[in-house]
C-alpha cells in the first residue's frame, strides 16, 4: 500500500527590522573642573605679568641702583608674595599688589647683601659677576668670544626652585655697550648657569654682569 504525504508549505516569518542609531556620546568636564582649569590659566597670566613688569623695572634701572639694589630684592620678594596671594585667591588681588610693588619709587639704600663674584683668567681676564640673594653659583661659566669691541652686559635672569635660569633678557639701561655679539654671547652663557636650590623662590629675579675687556 501506497502513502502519499503532502508536506505544506510553512510560512516564513518576516522579523522586524529596526534602524538604530548611535548618538555620539560628548563627554563633557564637570563645571567645578572647568572652572578651575579657568582659574588655573587666569592665574598663569597673572604671574607672567607680575614678572614681566618686575623685569620692566629691572631693565629700567640705573648701575648704581643695582649696585644698591637691596630695595630691588625687597621688591622681588613682595612680588613673590604677591603672586602666592594670586594662586591662593585667583581673584585678581595678587597681581594688583605685584603691580603695584614693582612701580614703586627706587630709593638707593645700603648695600648689605653681599654681590657674589668670580673672575676668570680666560679671555683677557673676563670678570663674571651676579647678584641672586641667599643663592650661590654651582656653575657659572665664563664666555668664550670672537666679538670685537668692549664693555659690560648687564643680563637680567630668571631663576627656578632648582637653580636652573628660565628665563633672560638684557638690561639696556645698566649696560655699557649695545654691541650685538657680545649681548648674545652674555645671554649664551647666562642660559647655562646654574645656582643653588630654594623651595620657597619658584621664580627668583636677579642679574649676571659680563665685564668684557675686547679681544
Not at 505544506?8 to 538604530?20: A, C, L, N, W
Not at 630691588?72 to 605685584?98: F, H, R, T, V
Not at 641667599?134 to 668670544?145: C, F, G, Q
Not at 627656578?160 to 645698566?174: I, Q
Request: overall charge negative; proline content about 3%; charged content about 30%.
Amino acid at each position: 500500500m501506497l502513502y502519499s504525504i503532502k508536506l505544506g508549505s510553512v510560512k516564513k516569518v518576516e522579523e522586524p527590522v529596526y534602524d538604530i542609531e548611535y548618538a555620539e556620546v560628548e563627554e563633557l568636564l564637570p563645571k567645578e573642573q572647568e572652572l578651575a582649569k579657568m582659574s588655573s590659566e587666569k592665574t598663569a597670566i597673572e604671574t607672567n605679568r607680575a614678572y614681566n613688569e618686575a623685569e620692566k623695572m629691572l631693565a629700567e634701572m640705573s648701575q648704581e641702583e643695582l649696585e644698591t639694589s637691596d630695595e630691588m630684592q625687597s621688591k622681588m620678594d613682595e612680588i613673590d608674595a604677591a603672586i602666592e596671594s594670586s594662586n591662593a585667591s585667583n581673584n585678581g588681588n595678587g597681581i594688583k599688589a605685584a603691580e603695584k610693588a614693582s612701580n614703586k619709587n627706587k630709593k638707593p639704600v645700603s648695600n648689605s647683601a653681599k654681590e657674589n663674584s668670580g673672575k676668570k683668567s680666560a679671555n683677557r681676564n673676563t670678570t663674571v659677576s651676579y647678584r641672586l640673594v641667599n643663592r650661590s653659583d654651582l656653575d657659572l661659566p665664563n664666555p668664550v668670544y670672537t666679538c670685537e669691541g668692549s664693555g659690560k652686559v648687564v643680563i637680567n635672569i630668571v631663576v627656578d626652585s632648582l637653580g636652573k635660569v628660565v628665563k633672560t633678557s638684557y638690561s639696556e639701561s645698566a649696560s655699557t655697550t649695545a654691541n650685538g655679539c657680545l649681548i648674545d654671547s652674555a645671554i649664551e652663557y647666562a642660559e647655562q648657569a646654574r645656582f643653588t636650590t630654594k623651595a620657597s623662590k619658584k621664580r627668583q629675579l636677579g642679574t649676571i654682569t659680563y665685564n668684557f675687556p675686547g679681544q
